[in-house]
């Protein structure tokens, strides 16, 4: 397990890196200038010279990239060109907004994904099946911004019964996490329903029924817990994509979080501020990825995390 953890870890390092070299190259062909933003069309060229020289904008791309990366190794992200803060403490203050709509949705999609999926398995071929996978499809095509709008049309303009945007209370998380979690738990349900028809076609399920076993029983003690493993794996990817793919959702509802804090240093070429998010999330995704693995090895005491399968 430890000399798993080990490699991942490397292998994490490794994507990381890549990742930081990409969004600094991305980052850099984006039309604008920043100092331009900054200072105004009014700046004089003396002006404009001197604050490029005083944030290292005037060196060679390549070594303002080492300088980024020898401060990256020591825990400096560097410092935000609109607010002259550190990128880091700018991340953390968003950062709990950000996991707190990430957690709701997640939330949402697992119970909904998960109990759908079950559903349909268990009345497969019914109507309760074709029923649930066709929302499933239906969730699937469905733009994340497109929903948050019919939801905000229905629920704040229509009803009047949930606020549009602005604040980070129960109330207002209620449709940003909606319109995660219903989006997500279409993937969790399919994948579920997959699962579920397999397993329950193995020979155990039908003696645990043949025993006189409650249905229940058969579904979620013996039949769930095998099916399991790409559930697991799709959740954790999707609670790394949810963490990811707020951007659309918080700037539609206005939630203060990295989404939000993103678009805006996009729109002002804040370089380090977006590399930082984007790092930042990099690392989370590396690291829920790790724990995901590890988990399968409390799931099914069968699987050696880090061992090749047989025929492999």
Known sequence: MKQFIIQRLGTGLIVLIGISI????????IPGDPIRIM?????T???VQALREQLGLNRPLLTQYFHYAAGVLQGDLGTSFKTGRPVLTEILERFPATVKLAASGMLLAI???ITMGIIAARFKDTFLDFSAMSLATLGVSIPSFWLGILLIM???VKLGWLPIAG???LKDIVLPAVTLGVLASTVISRLTRAGMVEVLSFDYIRTARAKGLGEGAVLFIHAFRNAMIPVVTIVGLQIASLLGG???IERVFDWPGLGSLAIGAIASRDFPLVQGIILFIGVIFVLINILVDILYSFIDPRIEV??????T
């Open 154 to 156: 229905l629920f704040t």
């Open 111 to 113: 119970i909904i994904g």
């Open 22 to 29: 990409f969004s600094f190259a991305l980052i850099h062909l």
């Open 167 to 169: 604040g980070i209370g």
């Open 246 to 248: 707020t951007v659309i």
């Open 306 to 311: 880090g061992q090749p399968k047989e025929g």
């Open 39 to 43: 200072l105004g069309e009014n700046a």
């Open 45 to 47: 060229a003396e002006q």
